[in-house]
């Protein structure tokens, strides 16, 4: 996962669970309580072993993310 987010990322912990947002995408929300990662996975114990399974993504506002986006882009 390091290398598919080409060292772009951040480890969080949220309920007792690890996960892994890749940062490359941004966030999904604008809510800096609870920001929701476009690429995010929490860690499983499965059998002894770990896997990463991606995190359910939430509805958005996609109007305000894309205001938000081209201001950046303005570089405002």
Do not use: C
């Amino acid at each position: 996962m390091k290398k598919v987010s080409e060292g772009w990322y951040i480890v969080t912990k949220k309920d007792n669970e690890y996960h892994f947002n890749d940062l490359r995408f941004g966030l999904l929300t604008k809510d800096p309580k609870q920001p929701q990662f476009a690429f995010s996975y929490v860690f499983k114990d499965e059998n002894g072993k770990l896997k990463a399974q991606e995190v359910p993504k939430e509805k958005r506002d996609g109007k305000a993310l894309m205001k938000g986006i081209l201001n950046r882009i303005k570089g405002n």
